[in-house]
């Protein structure tokens, strides 16, 4: 089992609805959680940090981490065609040992249809 | 600058060949990550840097890649005697903390293919 679970999707959607993307987590120690976007052929781009649970909002896009559940999301409100993007998870424990903890999901593919 | 920037886009060898990478780190980012991305699945992490020192180099696949990150220059991968399986997309990030509650900043990859 993987350690960061993120279905790849592909995610169709019609503009201006909400998207929610999803991913769950095993390791109990994630504590700083990450969303990036990444277009085609392009470097992921960050979109939203966090530290431990709660929500978080910026613009259009509110992410939420419930820890109890090792459940993170990211909701995209009022969706446009310039939001598809593969949108990727990424987690750390945030350790003072170790500089490699950082561990991504697969990516959900989303394509925002005018 | 304020982008990590990587060089160049595309590279193609020839098996066997060598290859070399480059990225600039934003400025004043202390910590700089390579990542290898073979057909759009997970990240793999090769190596850190934290100025010019290593800091982990424990995904490394040490007989054919090294890398360095020198005062004054660009940080570079290199790879000697390419293989098939080294195809993939090289993603340099950097960081102002560590990697452990640092969120990385991003380059936009280069592409290798081997053939």
């Known amino acids: 089992q993987k350690e960061v679970e993120q279905d790849p999707g592909p995610l169709s959607v019609p503009e201006g609805a909400i998207v929610s993307l999803n991913c769950t987590y095993s390791?109990?120690?994630?504590?700083?959680f990450m969303w990036y976007r990444q277009y085609s052929r392009k470097g992921p781009e960050l979109l939203m940090y966090?530290?431990?649970?709660g929500n978080k909002e910026d613009g259009r896009f509110t992410a939420q981490v419930d820890k109890s559940s090792k459940y993170i999301s990211l909701f995209i409100r009022d969706s446009q065609p310039s939001d598809s993007a593969t949108y990727l998870c990424a987690m750390t424990i945030g350790s003072e040992r170790n500089n490699n903890d950082m561990r991504f999901g697969a990516g959900t593919r989303l394509t925002v249809k005018p | 600058g304020e982008e990590v920037a990587q060089t160049p886009k595309h590279l193609v060898r020839g098996e066997g060949q060598k290859a070399k990478l480059y990225c600039a780190p934003i400025k004043g980012h202390s910590y700089v990550f390579w990542y290898q991305q073979v057909l759009k699945n997970e990240f793999k992490f090769l190596i850190s840097f934290q100025n010019e020192n290593v800091f982990d180099e424990t995904g490394m696949p040490k007989e054919r890649f090294s890398a360095k990150c020198l005062p004054n220059s660009p940080c570079s991968l290199e790879i000697q005697a390419t293989k098939l399986e080294d195809s993939a997309v090289y993603f340099c990030a950097s960081s102002q903390r560590r990697q452990s509650g640092g969120a990385l900043h991003f380059g936009n990859g280069t592409r290798l293919t081997v053939t």
């Open positions: 966090t530290y431990s649970s």
């Open positions: 390791n109990s120690a994630f504590q700083y």
